[in-house]
T-cell receptor, first 109, second 116 residues
Framework: GQNIDQPTEMTATEGAIVQINCTYQ??????LFWYQQHAGEAPTFLSYNVLDGLEEKGRFSSFLSRSKGYSYLLLKELQMKDSASYLCAVADSNYQLIWGAGTKLIIKP | IAGITQAPTSQILAAGRRMTLRCTQD?????MYWYRQDLGLGLRLIHYSNTAGTTGKGEVPDGYSVSRANTDDFPLTLASAVPSQTSVYFC???????????????FGPGTRLTVL
C-alpha cells in the first residue's frame, strides 16, 4: 500500500527553528511536495524535491533522501503567521499526489 | 477571475438530494482534480481529469461523478448525498505540459458541505 507519515502536531517558539519530518512508502516516486494550509483556507505550495539534497527558499528549506523514503521541512526564524498545517505529498508512478494527514504547527510567543 | 474559484462556499444539504459543486480555473491548466479533506485524514482524490474530454477515478470515487466539457470547468456532482459525504471539498489544477516531473497543484478556496 501507499503511506505517508508525518507527526500530527508540533509546538515551537517564535523566533526558533522547527523541523517537520515526513516518511513515505509509495508505488513509484516522481517528486515530493510540501504545502502550507492555514485553518479554513486552501493548501498553498511551499517546495518541491525530486533529487536528494536540500532546497532552500528563504526561511523555509526542504530536504529529501529517496533511499530512506524521508523528507523534512525546516522552518527558521519562526513567526506567528507560520502557525498552520504542513502537508507532505508524494507524486506516485502515475504522477498522482498521495497526501499525508498534515502536521499542525503551533507557534507560541 | 484569478486562479481557481469554487461555488458554493458552503452548503447544507438534505440526504438524498442531488448537488453539483462548481470549479472554474482561468490558468489554462490541462489537469484538474477534486479532493475531499476530512479531519485527521490527508487530502483524498475523488476524480481527476488530465485534459478536457477525459476523466479518471481517484481513491474515493463512489457516489461522485465529474465531467470536463472544456478546459476551464470541472464540476463535481453528488447524485444522492449521504451524511458520510460531509467534508470540505477542494478543486485543484496543474499544468502538466511543463513536464511530467513537475506537477504543482493550485487549489481553489474549498466548499464546506454538510449532509444531514
Amino acid at each position: 500500500g501507499q503511506n505517508i507519515d508525518q507527526p500530527t502536531e508540533m509546538t515551537a517558539t517564535e523566533g526558533a527553528i522547527v523541523q517537520i519530518n515526513c516518511t513515505y512508502q509509495t508505488s513509484g516516486f516522481n517528486g515530493l511536495f510540501w504545502y502550507q494550509q492555514h485553518a479554513g483556507e486552501a493548501p498553498t505550495f511551499l517546495s518541491y524535491n525530486v533529487l536528494d539534497g536540500l532546497e532552500e527558499k528563504g526561511r523555509f528549506s526542504s530536504f529529501l533522501s529517496r533511499s530512506k523514503g524521508y523528507s523534512y521541512l525546516l522552518l527558521k526564524e519562526l513567526q506567528m503567521k507560520d502557525s498552520a498545517s504542513y502537508l507532505c505529498a508524494v507524486a506516485d508512478s502515475n504522477y498522482q499526489l498521495i497526501w499525508g494527514a498534515g502536521t499542525k504547527l503551533i507557534i507560541k510567543p | 477571475i484569478a486562479g481557481i474559484t469554487q461555488a458554493p462556499t458552503s452548503q447544507i444539504l438534505a440526504a438524498g438530494r442531488r448537488m453539483t459543486l462548481r470549479c472554474t480555473q482561468d490558468m489554462r491548466h490541462n489537469a484538474m482534480y477534486w479532493y475531499r479533506q476530512d479531519l485527521g485524514l490527508g487530502l483524498r482524490l475523488i476524480h481527476y481529469s488530465n485534459t478536457a474530454g477525459t476523466t479518471g477515478k481517484g481513491e474515493v470515487p463512489d457516489g461522485y461523478s465529474v465531467s470536463r466539457a472544456n478546459t476551464d470547468d470541472f464540476p463535481l456532482t453528488l447524485a444522492s448525498a449521504v451524511p458520510s459525504q460531509t467534508s470540505v471539498y477542494f478543486c485543484a489544477s496543474s499544468d502538466s505540459s511543463r513536464g511530467a516531473d513537475y506537477n504543482e497543484q493550485f487549489f481553489g478556496p474549498g466548499t464546506r458541505l454538510t449532509v444531514l
